[in-house]
């Protein structure tokens, strides 16, 4: 499965993705749990979960939305386009 | 033809500058039903002692993704013939152009509304991150609460 990073999130974790087995995971929220073992900066950019959108295959989703199957989970800050 | 064909609603994420002017012809070519195009502009803001530069990040794919789901919303709530969203993204400068939303309908009630729905939409929807450059460096611009509850106002 792979991991995408946006914005600050991205500059945080000091790369742009991840390849990530996902055996063992269900939800976005597990995905997030595992992250922040491999690494203090994947604690720092997921310190404060109300400021972390998920979209899961390109759609946006919650954190407590399945990722079974899912080929590419991302997570980013609030947009703020337009 | 008719006119609601499926290219009258499309995309573009694109560096490039937009003409409101050759984009406004596009989208009423050839459908004589059209009444009404309403339009909206969003400009870089900021003066040059406090906004440098602006770079825009997107999420390739699921961008283009959001913004056709934008539109086909749209498209249900109201009869338009039309729509059209251009997104810029990359490096700009204060007082360059930022989004263009067009919509055409035969009267101006469906145009207008469509045309705010898209753009609180896109706000709160579509994956775009603006990070500034200042005099105090570079720094990612919050999210706001204001554009959520714009969204808001239009749940059924």
């Keep these: 499965m792979n991991v995408l990073y946006f914005a600050w999130m991205r500059e ?9 087995n996902p055996t063992g ?9 595992h992250l922040k073992t491999q690494g203090q900066e994947y604690e720092m950019a997921f310190e404060k979960m109300t400021s972390v ?13 399945s990722i ?10 609030p947009v703020t386009g337009g | 033809m008719g006119g609601a064909t499926s290219n009258s609603f499309s995309v573009s994420v694109q560096t490039k500058d937009f003409d409101i002017a050759a984009e406004t012809k596009v989208l009423t070519a050839s459908n004589t039903q059209i009444g009404a195009v309403a339009s909206f502009i969003g400009l870089v803001r900021g003066s040059r002692e406090t906004v440098r530069s602006l770079e825009l990040e997107h999420y390739p794919g699921m961008t283009e993704r959001s913004l ?3 539109l086909f919303e749209a498209k249900e709530r109201w009869p338009l013939d039309g729509a059209r969203i251009v997104h810029r993204v990359g490096a700009l400068a204060p007082g360059d152009q930022i989004v263009l939303v067009l919509t055409a309908s035969r009267n ?4 207008l509304e469509a045309t705010a729905f898209i753009m ?3 706000k709160t929807r579509a994956p775009f991150w603006k990070k500034e450059d200042g005099p105090e460096g570079s720094t990612w611009v919050d999210a706001r609460e204001s554009d959520d509850a714009a969204a808001d106002r239009w749940d059924p």
């Design chain 1, 25 to 33: 995971l269900n939800t976005a929220r597990d995905l997030v749990e």
């Design chain 2, 108 to 111: 101006r009630e469906a145009s």
């Design chain 1, 53 to 65: 959108r998920v979209a899961i295959d390109q759609e946006m989703s919650t954190l407590d939305s």
């Design chain 2, 68 to 70: 056709e789901a934008i």
């Design chain 2, 120 to 122: 609180d939409y896109l």
């Design chain 1, 12 to 20: 945080r974790i000091g790369r742009a993705s991840d390849e990530v």
């Design chain 1, 68 to 77: 079974a199957g899912a080929q590419e989970v991302a997570f980013f800050p």
